[in-house]
């Protein structure tokens, strides 16, 4: 599994290079990379929920990559998307395909780490596509590399600068 930092790191880079060099700044606000950040995290809301419901309840149990792991939800989100942007309401529209978006990138960049998870949740089916690398034992550094790299980038280009 990829770490925190990697999940939102991956899909807000993406989203700005779309931004910059494909959508436009003014068809693609920097909301949209913000919430689509926010969303390569969502999945992992499982964690925080598992520790509330073990200090209510007095279970151990572990919800991660259980629920919150699934396509299902890149599905719902994509689907509310459609139905958005088929009603005219184009800036919901892109809030909820952006958060499709991230979410997927979340089950992929699990997936690339070695996943576990549920992918196919309430259906039970292994998720044995995933190839069994050891990039988990590089988190670490894969964090710091992209966020230099990011960092270069957006520095090269002159755009570090929009935020300050």
């Given at each position: 599994?990829?770490?925190?930092?990697?999940?939102?790191l991956?899909?807000?880079?993406?989203?700005?290079?779309a931004?910059?060099?494909?959508?436009?700044?003014?068809?693609f606000?920097?909301?949209?990379?913000?919430?689509?950040g926010?969303?390569?995290?969502?999945?992992?809301?499982?964690?925080?929920?598992?520790?509330v419901?073990?200090?209510?309840?007095?279970?151990?149990?572990?919800?991660?990559?259980m629920?919150?792991?699934?396509f299902?939800?890149?599905?719902?989100f994509a689907?509310l998307?459609?139905?958005?942007?088929?009603?005219?309401?184009?800036?919901w529209?892109?809030?909820?395909?952006?958060?499709?978006?991230?979410w997927?990138?979340?089950?992929?960049?699990d997936?690339?780490?070695?996943?576990?998870?549920?992918?196919?949740w309430?259906?039970?089916?292994?998720?044995?596509?995933?190839?069994?690398?050891?990039?988990?034992y590089?988190?670490?550094?894969?964090?710091?590399?992209?966020?230099?790299?990011?960092?270069?980038?957006?520095?090269?280009?002159?755009?570090?600068?929009?935020?300050?």
């Amino acid at each position: 599994m990829a770490y925190a930092v990697t999940h939102i790191l991956v899909v807000i880079v993406i989203l700005e290079l779309a931004r910059h060099y494909v959508f436009g700044k003014n068809k693609f606000p920097r909301y949209l990379v913000v919430i689509g950040g926010i969303a390569g995290l969502m999945p992992d809301i499982d964690i925080p929920l598992g520790w509330v419901y073990n200090f209510v309840t007095g279970i151990g149990i572990n919800f991660h990559g259980m629920f919150t792991h699934s396509f299902v939800f890149v599905a719902l989100f994509a689907i509310l998307g459609l139905v958005l942007q088929i009603r005219k309401n184009m800036q919901w529209a892109k809030i909820f395909y952006v958060i499709a978006f991230g979410w997927f990138m979340h089950l992929a960049l699990d997936c690339l780490y070695g996943g576990y998870k549920t992918f196919f949740w309430p259906f039970q089916i292994a998720a044995a596509f995933c190839p069994q690398t050891n990039l988990y034992y590089h988190a670490e550094s894969i964090d710091a590399i992209l966020l230099v790299l990011w960092l270069v980038h957006e520095e090269v280009h002159k755009k570090i600068k929009e935020y300050i």
